[in-house]
């Protein structure tokens, strides 16, 4: 089993900045897993925002809605990814979800890909 508990949410102002980060734990999540973020703003589905892969193939995504402003890590000795969120808008409101799973090939952009999920951390931005 994997455990991941994100962090780092809050209240910020249009055109600042947040920092998310997504512990992971548990015997089997490895450096080969591929993590993945995604939100939810009330009464909308589940959506992408970004992915990286696990060591091996070294690559990152991002939904268009993001692309330029945010930008995915991870720290393999710490088991630990991060969101930086810069540039924020009111739209970008939203219950930011960490995932995570052992394929090394996926559909990075559909959430049913994904074996395990954090409990989430509120974002929320101010106009």
């Known amino acids: 089993q994997v455990q991941l508990v994100e962090s780092g949410g809050g209240l910020v102002q249009a055109g600042g900045s947040l920092r998310l980060s997504c512990a992971a734990s548990?015997?089997?999540?490895?450096?080969?897993?591929?993590m993945g973020w995604f939100r939810q703003a009330p009464g909308k589905e589940r959506e992408f925002v970004t992915y990286i892969s696990g060591i091996t193939i070294n690559s990152t995504n991002y939904a268009d809605s993001v692309k330029g402003r945010f930008a995915i890590s991870r720290d393999h000795g710490k088991n630990t990814a991060y969101l930086q969120m810069n540039s924020l808008r009111p739209e970008d409101t939203a219950v930011y979800y960490c995932?995570?799973?052992?394929?090394?090939?996926?559909?990075?952009?559909?959430?049913?890909?994904?074996?395990?999920w954090g409990q989430g951390t509120q974002v929320t931005v101010s106009s």
């Open positions: 548990g015997r089997t999540f490895s450096s080969e897993h591929a």
């Open positions: 995932a995570s799973t052992d394929k090394a090939i996926l559909r990075y952009r559909d959430r049913s890909e994904y074996d395990y």
